[in-house]
């Protein structure tokens, strides 16, 4: 399982970063990143997110 | 190293907090290096634009030109639509924040600042009493690092601060600028209800008689997945079904007390990103000029030839405690409680007021009212609106 995140619709707003943890999350070059081996899958990133940009990613096989 | 990166001071992050922050720094005579990641200074406005009168007054002069509205009416809209009008000691401007960060900008570099836009600060790190800014354009050095990079308070994060907030201390926000509707230009509004806005609000700030900023906030506690946009776009197809809408964005908004320590050895920590707000409304702006004046200043006086004396920069965060510190905790004391705030008793408090006909109503008296079985509360909330 990992979080990944739907460039499509985000807005580049930070609020993901600003929720997260455990420092697992970055931006740059107009895009998020989410480090997994930091993530926590606390998920606050995926729930304050204003456009629902980030999901879980079931497909993943981890 | 590379001498012509070296600075006295350097700022991460090009809005009001750290464009006043390398200003005043560098009106005191040093070398500053600004950088911001945007392309376009003040772009994209994340921001309903509205400041009170006091921001302007004790930071900076405020030029006409950046006035969209002068506002003197607060409707304030509870639950069941009923709304209570606040006239007594409600008054502010809607600005343009391009603008007038365009222009602060450009008086910073007028009197000495270097401005990079464009360009992000991917690390950043202490370097035997320097610190080092790593970006694309180069790794840039100085004595004293001012940290203004917003809410997402990254860099700070190098530095040991936790500054990841908690879901009960952030708002996840959506906003709009709506055209094409009629609207008293002298008037904000704001709705609650947590159906409307759980945890949060409403607000429609004009920009004309014909035109506004409206955006939508709530509670990290109670956001799901693009939970802003969907009420906001709901709000406005309600109530605003003919508009045309234009500069849809979302954003945070930290609701959370302010940062402690602001100051940890040379690096100081300033607006969004010290969660130095307001968390009764979202009110950053002035709390960002003020702080970053401040640590501009303070920043200055602390560098003598090429040492940053760290015992002086502390000074920044005893003014910053001194003006707001209380007032800004004592907003987070109440924010803390109205999150819990029912619709039924916001309807209970409208319905009691507009019954009683209390002639000029304040937000004071509103508070106070709110807070009448909670005198400690009653207590805050006396303080902040006397403040």
Redesign the interface.
């Known amino acids: 399982m990992k979080i990944i995140v739907a460039s499509e619709f985000c807005?580049m707003?930070?609020?993901c970063?600003?929720?997260?943890?455990n420092?697992a999350i970055?931006?740059?070059?107009g895009s998020v990143f989410i480090d997994q081996n930091r993530c926590i899958y606390c998920k606050?990133c995926?729930?304050?997110?204003?456009?629902?940009a980030?999901?879980i990613d079931k497909q993943s096989g981890e | 190293m590379n001498e012509q990166n070296s600075f006295d001071i350097v700022v991460v992050g090009g809005g009001p907090a750290g464009i006043m922050a390398a200003q005043h720094a560098s009106k005191n005579g040093k070398s500053v290096c600004l950088i911001d990641r945007k392309e376009k200074i003040g772009y994209p406005v994340?921001c309903g634009e509205g400041i009170g009168l006091k921001g302007f007054g004790i930071s900076n002069p405020i030029r006409d030109e950046w006035i969209r509205c002068r506002v003197n009416t607060l409707e304030l809209f509870a639950p069941s639509g009923k709304s209570v009008s606040i006239r007594n000691g409600f008054n502010g401007y809607v600005v343009d924040r391009v603008k007038m960060e365009t222009d602060m900008t450009n008086e910073a570099v007028q009197t000495g600042t270097c401005f990079i836009g464009g360009t992000?600060v991917?690390d950043a790190f202490s370097n035997n009493k320097m610190y080092s800014c790593v970006t694309s354009k180069g790794t840039f050095s100085c004595k004293c690092l001012i940290l203004a990079d917003?809410?997402?308070?990254?860099i700070a994060?190098n530095f040991g601060w936790k500054t990841?907030?908690?879901?009960k201390d952030?708002h996840?926000?959506?906003t709009a600028v709506v055209s094409n509707i009629a609207i008293k230009d002298n008037s904000c509004a704001l709705y609650l209800g947590q159906k409307k806005a759980p945890g949060g609000f409403i607000w429609i700030f004009p920009r004309s008689n014909t035109s506004a900023n409206i955006g939508l906030g709530i509670s990290?506690k109670y956001?799901?997945?693009?939970?802003?946009?969907e009420l906001l776009k709901g709000f406005l197809s309600a109530n605003f079904p003919k508009a045309t809408i234009t500069e849809v964005?979302?954003?945070?908004v930290?609701m959370g007390r302010w940062v402690r320590p602001l100051v940890k050895d040379g690096v100081m920590l300033v607006g969004d990103s010290a969660r130095q707000m307001n968390c009764l409304n979202g009110a950053g702006i002035n709390y960002s000029l003020f702080a970053g004046k401040a640590a501009g200043m303070i920043a200055a006086q602390s560098i003598n030839g090429d040492i940053c004396n760290h015992k002086i920069l502390k000074r920044y965060e005893k003014i910053w405690a001194k003006e707001f510190g209380k007032q800004q905790e004592r907003s987070y004391a109440l924010k803390e409680e109205m999150i819990h705030f029912t619709d039924d008793f916001m309807n209970e408090m409208a319905d009691s007021i507009l019954m009683q006909k209390e002639g000029k109503m304040s937000l004071m008296k509103l508070f106070l009212k709110a807070f009448s079985s909670k005198p400690f509360l009653m207590l805050k909330a006396y303080k902040l609106f006397s403040s």
């Open positions: 807005d707003c930070g609020t970063i600003t929720v997260c943890q420092n970055s931006m740059h070059n606050h995926i729930n304050v997110c204003p456009v629902a980030l999901k | 994340r992000e991917t917003g809410i997402e308070s990254k994060r990841a907030l908690p879901l952030i996840t926000c959506a990290g956001s799901t997945p693009g939970k802003p946009m964005h979302a954003g945070g930290p």
